[in-house]
């Protein structure tokens, strides 16, 4: 904000909140989806604060990615 009073331009700096996930991913994936394989497309639900790419396929062993 050039003068601190609020009346700034409004940009994509670094506060501003907007833009992709960390990683490259959706924008704030949320609770919800599904973690599916790449390999073999196995699906199953997400389970909160376990990202999909730590979770092992249980039919092939790779590792999953969100969906």
């Known amino acids: 904000m050039p003068r601190g009073d609020g009346t ?5 700096g670094p506060m501003t909140g907007g833009g ?3 990683m490259g991913g959706p924008n704030a994936a949320g609770p919800s989806g599904d ?28 590792l999953m990615t969100r969906e």
């Open 20 to 22: 992709r996930g960390r």
């Open 35 to 62: 973690c599916v394989c790449p390999s073999c497309g196995y699906k199953a639900p997400h389970t909160v604060g376990q990202p999909c790419n730590q979770k092992k396929c249980p039919k092939c062993g790779a």
């Open 8 to 12: 700034g331009p409004t940009g994509k």
